[in-house]
């Protein structure tokens, strides 16, 4: 079993940087692959950013490239989600997840391991 803690959300204005950290316990990190989801009031949950347990593959959604990055560090057993040029509907509850796989996975019914969720709110 793996527990998730997210931290770092808040409020931000339009344009402003966050950085999302996640950070495991009771497993390490290195045995999974990691992500990144979001779920906006009144919308399904959708995948932000994933990256494999080795940190060699990433993906992100087309809203977020370029203006997101996931990183990780598994001697801290920590993921991170860097987010800048924020905009209004990036505000979300957002979830990092584990799944013990090698791969990436965009789907959230492949990760069996959730946090509880941060918000991120933007305003404009």
């Known amino acids: 079993q793996v527990q998730l803690v997210e931290s770092g959300g808040g409020s931000v204005q339009a344009g402003g940087s966050l950085r999302l950290s996640c950070t495991a316990s009771?497993?390490?990190?290195?045995?999974?692959?990691m992500g990144w989801f979001r779920q906006a009031p009144g919308k399904e949950r959708e995948s932000v950013a994933a990256v494999s347990r080795s940190g060699d593959t990433k993906y992100y959604t087309d809203s977020v490239k370029g203006r997101f990055t996931i990183s990780r560090d598994n001697a801290k057993n920590t993921v991170y989600l860097q987010m800048g040029s924020l905009k209004p509907e990036d505000t979300a509850v957002y979830y990092c997840?584990?799944?013990?796989?090698?791969?990436?996975?965009?789907?959230?019914?492949?990760?069996?391991?959730w946090g509880q969720g941060t918000q991120v709110t933007v305003s404009s």
């Open positions: 997840a584990a799944v013990a796989s090698r791969y990436v996975s965009q789907r959230a019914s492949d990760y069996g391991y």
């Open positions: 009771g497993r390490t990190l290195s045995s999974y692959s």
